[in-house]
C-alpha cells in the first residue's frame, strides 16, 4: 500500500495508511538467477506485484532518516507474488496475511546494481513486461513512503541485517499469472528480471 492509485485499485478510494504497511516472507520465499515460479496448487490465483528492491548492508536498529541512506547497498526488481484468493479469505477473518505472502517462491528476485548507479532513487522508472507486452509501469517518486521513510520506520520494530531485502510496494496494474507466461521486469530500460511462470 505504498502506490496511491494500488491501494484504490484493491481497495477502493479513501484508504490511506498514515504509517507504512508492512509484512514479511521467509527467505524460503526467494527465487533468484531466473529460475522458474512455480503455480502452487493451494491457490487459483496468484497475482504479480512489481516493485523496487533495497538490498542492507548494515547491521541496524532504530536508524534516523538522515543515515538511512548509508543501510543499503544496491536495488533490484522484484515480484511479490501474492495469492489473492488466500489473501481475501484472511481479510475476511480478519487473520493475517502469511500464508497468501509468504509461499515457498513468492519472492522472485531480479539481479542487483550498485545504488550508485542512479542519481536519485527516488526518481527511477520500472516496469514488467509479460510474454513482450507491458502490463505495469510504476515511478519511484510515487512512493507514500519513500526508502529511507520506510527503513526509519521498520528499523524502530526490527534490528535490521545484513542481506535482509526490503520490497518497496507494488504501483497500479497487477494482475494474474498463468502457466509458460515470460515475465521480464525492467529498471531504467536496464532489464534486471527475467524467468518464466511453470
Known amino acids: 500500500m505504498n502506490y496511491a492509485e494500488h491501494t484504490r485499485e484493491l481497495h477502493g478510494e479513501g484508504v490511506h495508511s498514515e504509517e507504512p504497511v508492512i509484512f514479511m516472507k521467509p527467505d524460503s520465499a526467494v527465487i533468484q538467477k531466473g529460475k522458474p515460479f512455480f503455480l502452487p496448487d493451494y491457490s487459483k490465483r496468484v497475482d504479480y506485484e512489481t516493485e523496487l528492491v533495497v538490498r542492507i548492508s ?3 536498529k532504530n536508524i534516523s532518516r538522515r543515515f538511512a541512506s548509508r543501510y543499503y547497498d544496491a536495488v533490484t526488481l522484484g515480484i511479490d507474488f501474492t495469492a ?3 489473501q481475501q479469505k484472511a481479510k475476511e477473518k480478519g487473520y493475517p496475511w502469511l500464508i497468501s505472502k509468504g509461499f ?13 548507479q542512479f542519481k ?4 527511477l522508472h520500472f516496469h514488467l513486461d509479460i510474454d513482450g507486452q507491458t502490463v505495469q509501469k510504476g515511478y519511484t517518486g510515487d512512493m507514500l513512503f519513500q526508502i529511507d521513510e520506510i527503513i526509519t520506520y521498520i528499523s524502530q520494530f526490527m534490528t535490521l541485517k545484513i542481506g535482509d531485502l526490503l520490497f518497496t ?3 497500479v496494474g497487477v ?4 502457466l509458460d507466461q515470460h515475465l521480464e521486469g525492467y ?10 511462470i511453470r
Do not use: C
Open 58 to 60: 548494515r547491521l541496524g
Open 84 to 86: 489473492r484468493d488466500l
Open 104 to 116: 515457498d517462491g513468492s519472492a522472485a528476485l531480479g539481479e542487483f546494481v550498485p545504488k550508485e
Open 120 to 123: 536519485d532513487l527516488q526518481d
Open 169 to 171: 510496494g507494488t504501483p
Open 175 to 178: 494482475g494474474p499469472v498463468s
Open 187 to 196: 529498471l531504467e530500460g536496464q532489464k534486471l528480471l527475467d524467468f518464466y
